[in-house]
């Protein structure tokens, strides 16, 4: 949904963590619909998989912290694309992006919980439902499993001499509430992508906002029979009861600018600071025929979380500057170098570089 070399990421997928082994159905391009003339066109899929960081949680995890094995995945999108160009210049894009963790083993301190992972329960994250008997109470008054996912949209206007101007937006939720806006929608990722192809210094731009900090509130209250208001706050992005959290071989799943579990250095799989809000730079230029820059730059503020705010905020900033050469002499041939900076409370002081060549079809 978001350019994949410019933007810092979706909130719900980002490229940010290692792939996922799933199965996976679905049209990946938009296919329009018959008897719209080219106006209306959808594309979506379903996915089941299985988590495979269940060794590094072993060796990462400190004695008595969570960590999970034999977790499944799933996922799901449906997108719409309501407009032709060749009649106005203006598209519509628009869609619904969900994944959900569950079966699996937990083990908390010496408690081991069990999740089932029959065939109704594959069912029951397809359609989130609540969980059976053999579930924790939670599960099952609640729904199974650790659901989250996005509302994504975004325009697209298709200016003279091929500019492209490309506003988006994507909420994030983790619960029915925010799914449909219960609290408002005041947790979002908004950008503006800007494309001008005829200009070889800088080619394309993109800026964008994002905050997590609302979260719906600090207070969570979950209904009973003498006090039968419910209060759904408190959603801890990207945690989980349950579940290590949204993140794979410790990188998160969703936004990297939420730290990933890997930097903690206490032995805990967890998101520490989920509550965030930042800005977000990218542009990237063709200044000769053979050489492609990149340039990205992050600033954040960090509150921790609800159930463990920081005493002060912290500010973090990442960069990267990258240079790719593509010799059109050597066919499928391109060498890239990188550099990255961080600075900050967050991820403290340090700098890398990576060199890579890359081949492309045959090598003769």
Same mark, same amino acid.
């Given at each position: 949904?978001?350019?994949?070399?410019?933007?810092?990421?979706?909130?719900?997928?980002?490229?940010?963590?290692?792939?996922?082994?799933?199965?996976?159905?679905?049209?990946?391009? *938009?296919?329009?619909?018959?008897?719209? #003339?080219? =106006?209306?066109?959808? #594309?979506?899929?379903?996915?089941?998989?299985?988590?495979?960081?269940?060794?590094?949680? #072993?060796?990462?995890?400190?004695?008595?912290?969570?960590?999970?094995?034999?977790?499944?995945?799933?996922?799901?999108?449906?997108?719409?694309?309501? @407009?032709?160009?060749?009649?106005?210049?203006?598209?519509?894009?628009?869609?619904?992006?969900?994944?959900?963790?569950?079966?699996?083993?937990?083990?908390?301190?010496?408690?081991?919980?069990?999740?089932?992972?029959?065939?109704?329960?594959?069912?029951?994250?397809?359609? !989130?439902?609540?969980?059976?008997?053999?579930?924790?109470?939670?599960?099952?008054?609640?729904?199974?499993?650790?659901? $989250?996912?996005? %509302?994504?949209?975004? $325009?697209?206007?298709?200016?003279?001499?091929?500019?492209?101007?490309?506003?988006?937006?994507?909420?994030?939720?983790?619960?029915?509430?925010?799914?449909? @806006?219960?609290? @408002? =929608?005041?947790?979002?990722?908004?950008?503006?992508?800007?494309?001008?192809?005829?200009?070889?210094?800088?080619?394309?731009?993109?800026?964008?906002?994002?905050?997590?900090?609302?979260?719906?509130?600090?207070?969570?209250?979950?209904?009973?029979?003498?006090? !039968?208001?419910?209060?759904?706050?408190?959603?801890?992005?990207?945690?989980?009861?349950?579940?290590?959290?949204?993140?794979?071989?410790?990188?998160?799943?969703?936004?990297?600018?939420?730290?990933?579990?890997?930097?903690?250095?206490?032995?805990?799989?967890?998101?520490?600071?989920?509550?965030?809000?930042?800005?977000?730079?990218?542009?990237?230029?063709?200044?000769?025929?053979?050489?492609?820059?990149?340039?990205? $730059?992050?600033?954040?503020?960090? =509150?921790?979380? *609800?159930?463990?705010?920081?005493?002060?905020?912290?500010?973090? @900033?990442?960069? $990267?500057?990258?240079?790719?050469?593509?010799?059109?002499?050597?066919?499928? =041939?391109?060498?890239?170098?990188?550099?990255?900076?961080?600075?900050?409370?967050?991820?403290?002081?340090?700098?890398?570089?990576?060199?890579?060549?890359? #081949?492309?079809? %045959?090598?003769?």
């Amino acid at each position: 949904f978001n350019n994949p070399l410019l933007s810092s990421g979706g909130l719900t997928f980002s490229g940010n963590a290692r792939p996922i082994p799933q199965v996976r159905i679905g049209i990946p391009e *938009y296919t329009v619909i018959p008897g719209t #003339k080219g =106006w209306l066109a959808f #594309k979506g899929h379903i996915a089941y998989g299985m988590f495979t960081d269940d060794g590094w949680q #072993k060796n990462f995890v400190a004695p008595g912290n969570k960590y999970t094995e034999h977790v499944l995945y799933h996922s799901k999108d449906l997108y719409v694309k309501l @407009g032709n160009r060749e009649k106005f210049p203006l598209i519509f894009e628009g869609g619904l992006e969900m994944a959900a963790q569950f079966g699996g083993n937990a083990f908390i301190g010496n408690e081991k919980i069990d999740m089932p992972n029959g065939i109704k329960d594959f069912f029951k994250v397809f359609i !989130p439902s609540g969980g059976s008997s053999d579930t924790p109470m939670g599960e099952q008054t609640n729904i199974y499993g650790n659901h $989250l996912g996005s %509302w994504n949209f975004s $325009l697209t206007w298709y200016a003279p001499q091929d500019w492209t101007v490309r506003p988006y937006y994507e909420h994030y939720f983790e619960d029915h509430s925010q799914m449909f @806006g219960e609290y @408002g =929608w005041k947790d979002c990722l908004t950008g503006i992508e800007i494309t001008f192809p005829e200009n070889p210094i800088v080619s394309s731009f993109v800026y964008e906002y994002i905050s997590t900090k609302d979260q719906t509130g600090p207070v969570y209250w979950d209904h009973t029979p003498e006090i !039968p208001e419910q209060v759904s706050g408190a959603d801890n992005y990207y945690n989980h009861s349950i579940y290590t959290g949204w993140q794979h071989w410790g990188m998160g799943i969703g936004n990297p600018l939420v730290m990933s579990p890997v930097y903690n250095d206490n032995g805990e799989i967890i998101f520490k600071s989920n509550r965030i809000q930042g800005h977000h730079f990218g542009i990237m230029g063709n200044p000769c025929a053979d050489l492609q820059y990149r340039i990205l $730059l992050s600033v954040t503020r960090n =509150w921790g979380t *609800y159930d463990l705010p920081f005493y002060e905020i912290k500010k973090n @900033g990442n960069a $990267l500057a990258e240079l790719k050469y593509t010799p059109h002499r050597l066919k499928g =041939w391109d060498f890239t170098a990188s550099l990255g900076l961080d600075r900050g409370a967050m991820l403290g002081k340090s700098v890398g570089g990576m060199f890579t060549i890359r #081949k492309t079809g %045959w090598i003769r």
